[in-house]
């Protein structure tokens, strides 16, 4: 009897002791896995530059309006972009946004974006550079 109640306080200790360890290596390995992550956040890039393009929108009669956004390369390089219409009015059979190709402005050279309405969101991105986003007024 007195052996197995000694084998029962046995088990009993072993329990804690792991459950005692594994608190303890887990206080261990937090610390390090925290760090892991902070070293992989500071290796990320800096925010992008701004996009070197100047614009504005332009009313205009025909099929092409009522708005059409012009944007002007402003840099010595050529930009390629690529834009995306979100439209403020829609139909329930069409999509609520129009994507033009990617397209490359040379530098010192417009693009135009026709067929815009007032309150469409024009978002122009580039790689290497922010978002630019535009609303017709």
């Not at 992989?40 to 009522?66: D, I, R």
């Not at 946004?97 to 991105?125: F, W």
């Amino acid at each position: 009897m007195i052996t197995a109640n000694i084998a029962a306080k046995r088990s009993s200790l072993s329990k804690i002791a792991l459950v005692v360890m594994g608190c303890a290596l887990s206080l261990v390995l937090l610390p390090v896995s925290a760090l892991k992550a902070t070293e992989n956040v500071a290796l990320q890039p800096l925010a992008n530059k701004a996009l070197p393009l100047s614009h504005s929108f332009e009313k205009v009669a025909g099929e092409n309006g009522p708005f059409v956004l012009k944007l002007t390369n402003t840099s010595n390089d050529s930009v390629k972009v690529s834009v995306q219409v979100l439209l403020s009015v829609y139909s329930h059979a069409t999509t609520k946004a129009r994507n033009l190709p990617e397209q490359a402005i040379a530098a010192g050279k417009d693009m135009t974006i026709p067929q815009l309405v007032a309150l469409d969101k024009v978002i122009i991105k580039a790689e290497g550079f922010e978002t630019l986003e535009l609303t017709v007024k």
